[in-house]
């Protein structure tokens, strides 16, 4: 970094010098103490600005979170449509804790047209976040009058990779007891004796991993799947090739789906605050960028004298 | 001779695993879940054994920590209390309202607002970035700002417009590295693989 500090440039050269001088206690740069007053109010202001912007109702139409283009939306619920009568779904809840608010409006809306659905589910976490957020969401469904007896918790499975080979064959804790166990035990024990498989992705236990340990043991089972945006580029060849039947792998999808669907649990995320957001992200840049661009230009050699 | 023990053990595990993998034998598939219980095991003994080293440092720096006491404090006062939602007589481990309670109103809004800090810090690093004059900075960046437009929640003919491009970056430039990186990532791992079965490296003879 030190070798790019500009010659000619008095106000940057004595911030690159600050910044290098002392770790914890050193002084604000100039140009914070120059504007010393707004930078201290200036996060404060944005956070309310934000409160009020997810209070207040979305602005429909001039501002819209869901993906106009429908084929991710359209081809997740398809995969969902095919399941037979009284469906016997694994919930493969692995999200974490950072990326779970990006995707637990579609979960919860997808969760609830299953549950709508006469779906029995059964939640499995590999990781100990996605473990923690599923007993939230069991515990929400619970509350929100899905019957006891179409849900089953089979727990936290350790062993990452290892716990997911072993759950191919046996899924089922001993402990685990009730109609839907002994139904997933009367149909062998393991994952085959599930009709699909929704995968809530975000920690590294996502359904790349589900593709490579559980579709080539058990191609037949359809698997479809939540994931925050940051995995969607690694996840959109196997929804190609079709080992991924379904995925909801950004936002907008997620708002889109869930707005279709009439049992969403949730109010959706605020278009109108997300924009405020993105708004200050790039008004920050530009105007860092602007300040960049003013020193190079005060340092062309014509501009020196 | 040190690690010819380990590094045989691993060629043998591996490949019976992958003989499994391959190869339909009840025995074979006994063996292998038998193999996959230890890994199993193995891997809770870790995560049980790296709680108990952050307890042992956290409760080190307590008693040596000087003025910074509060981290430690939070820490081990937050292991406290998980440990007891989870494990007073009669709790029924994770699936205890406690514990439920704990995570849903306590640790997810904590976590989710880290999470929504960290914009804020990005912001300000990226700020700073620019200032140094770091050329990748500015590309990075310029990169991020051009995500933030494509991002914007807006309606109508512009809002689609958009969406189909960043879903089109996703899909394309995006998607193309990432896919770029896993095949490296994949290759680099098979050839580290193969290195050990074929006892390729020169420290494992040592």
């Known amino acids: 970094m030190t070798e790019a500090t500009p010659e000619g440039d008095p106000q940057i050269e004595s911030e690159v010098k600050e910044s290098e001088a002392g770790p914890m206690r050193r002084r604000a740069p100039a140009s914070l103490r120059s504007r010393a007053g707004w930078p201290v109010l200036a996060p404060f202001a944005l956070l309310a600005l934000l409160a009020v912007a997810v209070v207040l109702p979305n602005l429909a139409p001039p501002l819209s979170l869901a993906n106009p283009d429908r084929t991710a939306v359209t081809g997740f619920r398809a995969a969902l449509g095919t399941l037979p009568d009284d469906p016997l779904v694994l919930v493969a809840f692995d999200a974490d804790f950072g990326t779970y608010p990006e995707i637990s409006y579609a979960t919860r809306s997808a969760l609830a047209e299953l549950a709508d659905s006469g779906a029995s589910l059964a939640f499995v976490s590999y990781s100990p976040e996605g473990r923690a957020l599923a007993a939230a969401e069991l515990d929400r469904l619970q509350r929100s009058g899905v019957p006891a007896d179409r849900l089953l918790d089979l727990g936290y499975r350790s062993g990452v990779e290892a716990g997911l080979v072993q759950s191919v064959t046996s899924i089922v804790p001993e402990a685990a007891s009730g109609p839907l166990a002994g139904r997933v035990r009367a149909q062998g024990g393991g994952i085959d004796a599930f009709d699909a498989a929704l995968i809530v992705g975000g920690s590294d236990l996502g359904p790349r991993i589900w593709i490579e340990q559980v579709a080539t043991r058990i191609p037949q089972l359809p698997l479809v799947a939540i994931a925050p945006t940051v995995l969607r580029p690694e996840l959109e060849p196997y929804l190609a090739s079709g080992q991924l039947e379904g995925l909801l792998g950004t936002l907008r999808d997620g708002v889109a789906y869930g707005g279709d669907n009439g049992t969403a649990p949730d109010r959706p995320p605020s278009a109108l605050a997300m924009l405020l957001g993105m708004l200050v992200g790039i008004g920050v840049l530009v105007e860092a960028a602007g300040g960049r661009l003013a020193a190079a230009l005060s340092s062309l050699p014509g501009r020196r004298r | ?206």
């Open chain 2, 1 to 206: 001779m040190r690690r010819s023990l380990p590094t045989a053990l691993v060629v043998v595990v591996g490949l019976l695993l992958l003989l499994d993998f391959v190869v339909v034998n009840p025995s074979l598939a006994a063996l292998a879940g038998t193999l996959l219980e230890y890994i199993v095991l193995i891997a809770a003994a870790a995560a049980i054994t790296g709680a108990l080293a952050l307890g042992l440092r956290q409760v080190g720096l307590l008693r040596h920590g000087g003025e910074a006491r509060s981290g430690p404090l939070l820490v081990l006062g937050g292991m406290a209390v998980m440990l007891i939602a989870g494990f007073y007589p009669g709790s029924s481990g994770a699936t205890d309202p406690a514990v439920r309670w704990l995570v849903a109103a306590l640790l997810m809004p904590l976590v989710a607002a880290l999470f929504g800090l960290l914009f804020f810090f990005l912001l300000g690093a990226a700020q700073r970035g620019l200032r140094l004059r770091s050329r990748e900075t500015t590309v990075m960046l310029l990169a991020a700002c051009a995500a933030l437009v494509l991002l914007l929640p807006l309606g109508g003919i512009v809002g689609a417009w958009l969406a189909g491009a960043s879903s089109w970056a996703l899909a394309v430039p995006i998607g193309g590295v990432f896919r770029g990186l896993l095949i490296g990532i994949a290759i680099a791992t098979a050839i580290s693989a193969a290195r050990i079965l074929l006892a390729v490296d020169g420290a494992s003879d040592d």
